[in-house]
């Protein structure tokens, strides 16, 4: 396999994880549904260009927080399925980072979207 072959295989595996995410991750359809409710909301209120770049990057960072939650916690589970503390802790770490994203999304789409609601 040369470099350009590896690159491309590369990508069907990142694409298999985003696959695997939806499947073991409910939160992930969740997270679709918000980003679909997003874009409608967007062009509902023809939001300026700003707020689309904002938006469509809280949109990509709360996907990607989910992800690696959801990755941190099938690693942990292979670690042991057994109560241990530790394990606890990491996944609360890991959960910890999409409540911190999402908290901050909210508050981003109130500062956007109320002027519009109040117009
Ligand atoms: N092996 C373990 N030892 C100790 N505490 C655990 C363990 N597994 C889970 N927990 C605790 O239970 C919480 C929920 O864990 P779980 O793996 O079910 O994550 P979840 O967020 O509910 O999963 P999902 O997102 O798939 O619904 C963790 O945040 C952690 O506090």
Not at 96 to 119: H, N, Q, R, T
Request: hydrophobic letters at 60%; proline letters at 2%.
């Amino acid at each position: 396999m040369n470099k350009v072959q590896k690159h491309i295989a590369s990508y069907r595996f990142s694409v298999k994880g985003i696959w695997l995410a939806f499947r073991y991750e409910n939160n992930m359809l969740f997270h679709l549904i918000a980003a679909i409710a997003v874009v409608v909301v967007n062009v509902l209120f023809t939001v300026t260009k700003t707020e689309w770049l904002i938006t469509l990057m809280l949109i990509g960072l709360a996907w990607m927080a989910e992800i690696f939650n959801t990755a941190i916690e099938k690693l942990a589970d292979r670690v042991t399925r057994q109560h241990d503390p530790l394990i606890g802790k990491v996944k609360d770490l890991a959960a910890g980072a999409v409540l911190i994203i999402c908290l901050f999304a909210a508050i981003c789409a109130l500062i956007i979207y109320v002027p519009y609601i109040l117009k």
